[in-house]
Protein backbone atom coordinates (compact mmCIF):
# COMPACT_ATOMS: atom_id res chain seq x y z
CA UNK A 1 0.00 0.00 0.00
CA UNK A 2 1.29 3.50 -0.64
CA UNK A 3 2.06 5.37 2.65
CA UNK A 4 0.06 7.97 1.47
CA UNK A 5 -3.26 6.52 1.29
CA UNK A 6 -2.47 4.77 4.32
CA UNK A 7 -1.69 8.01 6.03
CA UNK A 8 -5.20 9.29 4.85
CA UNK A 9 -7.03 6.02 6.02
CA UNK A 10 -4.91 6.14 9.70
CA UNK A 11 -5.07 10.04 9.94
CA UNK A 12 -8.52 11.46 9.39
CA UNK A 13 -8.14 14.51 11.62
CA UNK A 14 -5.40 15.87 9.33
CA UNK A 15 -1.41 14.52 9.01
CA UNK A 16 1.85 16.52 7.97
CA UNK A 17 4.65 14.07 6.81
CA UNK A 18 6.96 14.43 4.68
CA UNK A 19 9.63 11.73 2.48
CA UNK A 20 12.64 11.96 2.27
CA UNK A 21 15.01 9.36 0.73
CA UNK A 22 12.00 6.67 1.80
CA UNK A 23 11.97 8.25 5.46
CA UNK A 24 8.81 8.88 6.37
CA UNK A 25 8.76 11.73 9.36
CA UNK A 26 6.03 14.48 10.92
CA UNK A 27 2.83 14.39 12.49
CA UNK A 28 -0.55 13.40 12.46
CA UNK A 29 -4.09 13.99 14.56
CA UNK A 30 -5.40 10.98 16.33
CA UNK A 31 -8.49 11.19 18.43
CA UNK A 32 -7.82 15.28 19.22
CA UNK A 33 -4.18 14.43 20.17
CA UNK A 34 -0.67 15.11 18.05
CA UNK A 35 1.25 11.90 17.46
CA UNK A 36 5.22 12.01 15.48
CA UNK A 37 4.48 9.41 12.73
CA UNK A 38 8.32 8.33 11.80
CA UNK A 39 8.95 5.39 9.35
CA UNK A 40 9.59 4.12 5.76
CA UNK A 41 8.32 3.63 2.53
CA UNK A 42 9.24 2.20 -0.96
CA UNK A 43 10.58 -1.43 -0.05
CA UNK A 44 13.49 0.49 1.71
CA UNK A 45 16.67 -1.54 2.90
CA UNK A 46 18.16 0.09 5.99
CA UNK A 47 21.30 1.36 5.60
CA UNK A 48 23.49 3.72 7.60
CA UNK A 49 21.62 7.04 6.88
CA UNK A 50 17.74 5.53 6.95
CA UNK A 51 18.79 4.01 10.56
CA UNK A 52 20.29 7.66 11.32
CA UNK A 53 17.28 9.46 10.14
CA UNK A 54 15.29 7.48 12.15
CA UNK A 55 16.68 7.41 15.00
CA UNK A 56 17.02 11.24 14.60
CA UNK A 57 13.49 11.73 14.28
CA UNK A 58 13.06 9.35 17.65
CA UNK A 59 15.33 11.62 19.62
CA UNK A 60 13.36 15.11 18.32
CA UNK A 61 10.38 13.84 19.27
CA UNK A 62 11.85 13.32 23.14
CA UNK A 63 13.67 16.70 23.12
CA UNK A 64 11.07 18.98 21.40
CA UNK A 65 7.37 16.98 22.60
CA UNK A 66 7.80 15.15 25.72
CA UNK A 67 5.27 12.12 26.19
CA UNK A 68 4.22 12.67 22.66
CA UNK A 69 3.03 8.94 21.24
CA UNK A 70 4.72 7.90 18.57
CA UNK A 71 3.57 5.78 15.31
CA UNK A 72 6.00 3.58 13.27
CA UNK A 73 5.32 2.78 9.37
CA UNK A 74 7.42 -0.21 8.65
CA UNK A 75 8.08 -1.18 5.33
CA UNK A 76 11.55 -2.45 4.47
CA UNK A 77 12.92 -5.40 2.70
CA UNK A 78 15.72 -5.56 5.76
CA UNK A 79 19.25 -4.45 6.16
CA UNK A 80 21.08 -3.05 3.15
CA UNK A 81 23.41 -6.01 2.29
CA UNK A 82 26.02 -3.61 1.22
CA UNK A 83 30.21 -3.71 1.80
CA UNK A 84 29.82 -0.10 2.91
CA UNK A 85 27.01 -0.20 5.22
CA UNK A 86 28.75 -3.56 6.39
CA UNK A 87 32.45 -1.83 6.95
CA UNK A 88 30.85 1.46 8.59
CA UNK A 89 28.76 -1.09 10.88
CA UNK A 90 25.41 -1.10 10.30
CA UNK A 91 24.70 -3.21 12.70
CA UNK A 92 25.60 -0.13 15.22
CA UNK A 93 23.33 2.18 13.25
CA UNK A 94 20.67 -0.81 13.60
CA UNK A 95 21.12 -0.86 17.33
CA UNK A 96 21.13 2.90 17.93
CA UNK A 97 17.59 2.88 16.43
CA UNK A 98 16.52 0.32 19.22
CA UNK A 99 18.14 2.30 21.74
CA UNK A 100 16.40 5.53 20.42
CA UNK A 101 13.15 3.89 21.01
CA UNK A 102 14.02 2.19 24.40
CA UNK A 103 14.49 5.61 25.63
CA UNK A 104 11.59 7.24 24.31
CA UNK A 105 9.69 4.15 25.76
CA UNK A 106 11.71 5.05 29.28
CA UNK A 107 10.73 8.53 28.73
CA UNK A 108 6.81 7.88 28.42
CA UNK A 109 6.32 7.69 24.90
CA UNK A 110 3.29 4.71 23.91
CA UNK A 111 5.31 3.47 20.88
CA UNK A 112 2.93 1.95 18.22
CA UNK A 113 4.10 0.20 14.94
CA UNK A 114 2.05 -0.73 11.68
CA UNK A 115 3.20 -2.95 9.57
CA UNK A 116 1.66 -2.04 6.22
CA UNK A 117 3.85 -3.38 3.04
CA UNK A 118 7.24 -5.12 3.96
CA UNK A 119 9.17 -6.51 7.22
CA UNK A 120 11.88 -8.48 6.52
CA UNK A 121 15.20 -9.36 9.09
CA UNK A 122 16.90 -6.91 10.75
CA UNK A 123 15.05 -3.68 9.16
CA UNK A 124 11.94 -4.88 11.45
CA UNK A 125 13.21 -5.78 14.72
CA UNK A 126 15.28 -2.71 15.21
CA UNK A 127 11.74 -0.97 14.19
CA UNK A 128 8.68 -2.36 14.49
CA UNK A 129 9.60 -5.22 16.90
CA UNK A 130 10.94 -2.28 19.57
CA UNK A 131 7.50 -0.75 19.68
CA UNK A 132 5.17 -1.25 22.80
CA UNK A 133 2.68 -3.34 20.09
CA UNK A 134 3.37 -4.07 16.82
CA UNK A 135 0.27 -4.70 14.26
CA UNK A 136 -0.26 -5.50 10.37
CA UNK A 137 -2.26 -5.11 7.66
CA UNK A 138 -3.88 -8.78 6.68
CA UNK A 139 -1.40 -8.35 3.04
CA UNK A 140 1.42 -7.62 4.59
CA UNK A 141 4.31 -9.36 3.98
CA UNK A 142 6.49 -10.31 7.20
CA UNK A 143 9.32 -12.76 7.55
CA UNK A 144 12.80 -13.43 9.34
CA UNK A 145 14.00 -15.39 6.15
CA UNK A 146 13.08 -16.47 2.66
CA UNK A 147 12.76 -20.34 2.83
CA UNK A 148 15.66 -21.06 0.58
CA UNK A 149 17.98 -18.54 2.43
CA UNK A 150 16.98 -20.18 5.47
CA UNK A 151 17.99 -24.25 3.45
CA UNK A 152 21.36 -22.61 2.71
CA UNK A 153 21.87 -21.55 6.20
CA UNK A 154 20.61 -24.32 8.48
CA UNK A 155 21.80 -27.00 5.58
CA UNK A 156 17.72 -28.96 6.08
CA UNK A 157 16.26 -28.89 2.37
CA UNK A 158 13.86 -26.10 0.99
CA UNK A 159 11.03 -29.02 0.80
CA UNK A 160 11.51 -30.17 4.10
CA UNK A 161 11.35 -26.38 5.22
CA UNK A 162 8.24 -25.88 3.32
CA UNK A 163 6.56 -29.02 5.03
CA UNK A 164 7.59 -27.26 8.31
CA UNK A 165 5.96 -24.45 7.89
CA UNK A 166 2.54 -25.54 7.15
CA UNK A 167 2.53 -26.43 10.55
CA UNK A 168 4.91 -24.57 12.66
CA UNK A 169 4.20 -20.86 12.07
CA UNK A 170 8.38 -20.23 13.09
CA UNK A 171 9.42 -21.26 9.75
CA UNK A 172 6.49 -19.47 8.27
CA UNK A 173 6.09 -16.17 6.71
CA UNK A 174 3.11 -13.87 7.10
CA UNK A 175 1.17 -11.46 9.91
CA UNK A 176 -1.13 -14.33 10.40
CA UNK A 177 1.83 -16.80 11.48
CA UNK A 178 3.75 -13.90 13.16
CA UNK A 179 -0.13 -13.12 15.46
CA UNK A 180 0.16 -16.78 16.20
CA UNK A 181 3.95 -16.21 17.69
CA UNK A 182 2.86 -13.10 19.73
CA UNK A 183 5.23 -11.07 17.52
CA UNK A 184 2.30 -9.44 15.64
CA UNK A 185 -0.25 -8.16 18.54
CA UNK A 186 -3.26 -8.05 15.76
CA UNK A 187 -4.16 -7.65 12.48
CA UNK A 188 -5.79 -4.60 11.67
CA UNK A 189 -8.71 -4.74 9.13
CA UNK A 190 -10.95 -0.82 8.63
CA UNK A 191 -11.53 0.99 10.04
CA UNK A 192 -7.89 1.99 10.72
CA UNK A 193 -8.19 5.20 12.42
CA UNK A 194 -10.19 3.77 14.99
CA UNK A 195 -7.83 0.37 15.28
CA UNK A 196 -5.00 3.12 15.94
CA UNK A 197 -7.19 5.24 18.35
CA UNK A 198 -7.85 1.83 20.61
CA UNK A 199 -4.22 1.14 20.38
CA UNK A 200 -2.86 4.15 21.32
CA UNK A 201 -5.32 3.83 24.52
CA UNK A 202 -3.90 0.80 25.80
CA UNK A 203 -2.17 1.42 28.97
CA UNK A 204 -0.01 -2.05 29.30
CA UNK A 205 3.27 -1.13 27.80
CA UNK A 206 4.38 -4.79 29.35
CA UNK A 207 6.24 -7.04 26.69
CA UNK A 208 3.91 -10.22 26.55
CA UNK A 209 4.95 -11.61 23.57
CA UNK A 210 6.52 -14.73 24.59
CA UNK A 211 2.83 -15.64 26.94
CA UNK A 212 1.18 -14.83 23.94
CA UNK A 213 3.03 -17.26 21.68
CA UNK A 214 2.05 -19.82 24.37
CA UNK A 215 -1.47 -18.81 24.42
CA UNK A 216 -2.05 -18.81 20.58
CA UNK A 217 0.15 -22.04 19.84
CA UNK A 218 2.95 -20.23 17.98
CA UNK A 219 5.63 -20.26 20.25
CA UNK A 220 5.55 -23.34 22.76
CA UNK A 221 8.80 -22.85 24.61
CA UNK A 222 9.43 -19.16 25.01
CA UNK A 223 7.83 -18.13 27.91
CA UNK A 224 8.77 -21.56 29.91
CA UNK A 225 12.54 -20.64 29.40
CA UNK A 226 12.15 -17.23 30.38
CA UNK A 227 10.18 -18.17 33.45
CA UNK A 228 13.22 -20.80 33.93
CA UNK A 229 15.95 -18.48 33.61
CA UNK A 230 13.88 -15.48 36.05
CA UNK A 231 13.54 -18.61 38.54
CA UNK A 232 18.01 -18.87 39.10
CA UNK A 233 18.17 -15.31 38.99
Avoid at 101 to 124: C, K, M, N, P, W
Wanted: proline share 3%; hydrophobic share 45%; net charge neutral.
Amino acid sequence: MDWQILAQELFPQGFQITEQQQVLSGSAQVDGKTVSVIGTCGHTAIGVETALAQAQAVLATVREHPQRAIVLLVDTIGQRLRQRDEMLGIHSYMAHLGKCLELARQRGHRIIALVYDQALSGGFVSSGMMADACYALPEARIRVMGLPAMAKITKVSEARLSQLAASHPVFAPGPLNYERMGGIEAIWHAPLAEQLRLALAQTDTRDLRSLKGQQRGGRMMAQMVADAVSSQN
